[in-house]
């Protein structure tokens, strides 16, 4: 056994224990818990890179390492930790955005009193997601997956004094919740009828062949395969935790949190543990695709929701006016285009548009923050404008963040990786949606990014915060920089003349085609991307926006349809319609029920009890009652003398029952009672 | 010291912590969490017992301790909803001033 993967709990465990450190050091220690926190980042940073230079001489092997956790009935519940390429890329990545956002946050947060709690609940988070990454168990995936909604709760309502950010933290809680039951309900199942929640575990983990050929063959009533439900129910949790539709809008709310945050959860950790939890699971998920009469395959769904996520995103990002929302909704749609590209089969894509977007989403979050930094706290676009002579090095960084989600041609990342799932849509069989969901979302991707470039860095300073304004210090324009030097290099590393990602990803060397492959799909998204850009200039770039109340130019032409999205297609209120509705009536009938049902009964008995009671009393009366009353009047006498010790403190009760146990345990000590 | 002592001293220290906790606090909620611990130091022994015992079998030591945690967790629950209504009738939920079921 390699020893390194035995010890690659190390990776999660440092900054676990730098939230330790961060949890028991004194209100006051900014410098300790921020010290300790950057300092697990970096640690476990080298320890990825580490494994990641290790398993790339051997990327097809999958390397774990196993161990029972506790021995219950026959068998044994059994966690590991795993190290493939998949893993490895996924920790460098996670360990090394994190680092950076960690770095900007100590400018950020600088003023915050409560700066020490701040970095401990970060370190939290990067430690469960990095537990997400290298577990080789899915039970130990779903600690960690829960603890990353715990962390997320407690950072979205960081500033829980405000209404706003406390509800939204709920709302974000509760809904990935939702998904996390189908999770759960999918572990049990898998884990009986496999016997295993482990990856890989020489031969009898659940993504093996000899586990996955039985499952296969297995039907529920109605022609569905097991896996295919399996996956499903899996699936549900994913699209709880990655914002896809129709559980996505806890993603938007999330935004009430510290900036950093929203590029935390955005980019490296939260939103990116659904679509690595499929990725992980791919061959389960592909297991149905053998069979020749599925009524619906696993991946059919997955790429259903990803092509409407990734369209209903870009629509909505497109109607917004908060900096922050825009780029949420951007996530989403973004989402959607690593579902869609799971969904039509080709999880190296979907991992590809992973890493490049964690870089350029990271890097627009935190110039975003800049921005607002600079700026007091304004997020609305129309309040801001004219940056981009006073804060040079945010206005270039950004851009470069915009071009490469935009999509722009060969030089951004985030024209290879997205080329390169738009390539696998187009391969895919079973229908060309998804091909124009996505081709669909390219234009209005390119429009809401240069609408958002335009509305906050050209035209006049629309409010007296946005013409005060002024670069932010050092500290956090470094890891703007640093990102948009990965924003624009990592695509490098995917493009189709040098696939090197894809063929360490698969572990088998994957031929390399013309840098221009598939040249008229490469030629149309290029020419919609232009169209893109072009009709965002042509709105917002040729004639900036001159006062903040200015009316929008798209919404003057289409208002009703503009103020549908930006209500975000009335979601909110449909769920709060339907569901929020559903729920209260049931408590109103459960109430009902306590109320009149169980309640009358128990009074029923109740009135039966007194009536014999009285009866009881006549007899007692006539009968009995003379003899007893001297002796009863003493009892009464002594148990009012007893109930003085009945002081109703509970804590004289505790003393009493300790110094109790202290006294017996000196007589079973010494009293030689044994 | 062997494990088992060192395991058992422990388990003492811990509650020994939980008792001094849930004496020394005014808190209703840091009074429970002081018997959780005192709880908790009970199942460490349990375990332990179970562990360097010579016939352990899973179905004794680890059975009673799961047994031991679901019972904990409704017990706090229940405990943690006595809190909540002894704020909604006294805005405070401090121990001492709870004395409404003095005979």
Redesign the interface.
Known sequence: MEPLVAYLWVIPALPLAAAAVGAAAPRGARRLAAGAAIAAMIGALALSSLALARTLAAPAAHQYYNFSW????NGAVRLGWLLDPLNALMCVMVSLVGLLIFVFSLGYMRGDENFKRFFCFLSLFAAAMLCVVVSNSLLLLFIGWELVGLASYLLIGFWFHRPAAAAAAKKAFITTRIGDLGFLIGLVWLYDATGSLLLYDGGNGFLESHALGDLATQVLAGGLAVPTAISLLIFCGAVGKSGQFPLHVWLPDAMEGPTPVSALIHAATMVAAGVFLVARVFPLFSADQELAAAPLRALTVVAGIGAITALMGAAIAAAQNDLKRILAFSTVSQLGYMMLALGVGSWVAAIFHLLTHAFFKALLFLAAGSVIHAVHHEQDIREIGGLSSRMRTTFATFAVGMMALSGVPFVFSGFWSKEAILHAASEWGPSRLPLYAGLAGVVLTAFYMTRLLCEVFWGPARSPAASHARESPAVMTVPLVVLAIGAVGLGFLGTPAWPWLQSRLTGAEVPARPLLDGGALMALSVLLVAAGLGAGWALYGRRPRATATAADPLAAAAPRLMAFLAARMRLDELYAATLGRLNDLAAALADVLDRWVWGGAVGLLARLGEFVGLLNREVDEVGLNTGFDTVSEEIRRAGQA??????????GY??TL?LAFVVLALLVLFGGGR | MSPLQICLAFSSALFAVGLAGALARSNSILVLLGIELMLNAANLNLIAFWRFSPHGSPSTGVVFVVFAIAVAAAETAVGLALVISIYRHQQDIRLEEATRLKG
């Open positions: 506790f021995d219950l009935g007893y109930s003085r010790a009945q002081t109703g403190e509970a804590h505790l003393r300790a």
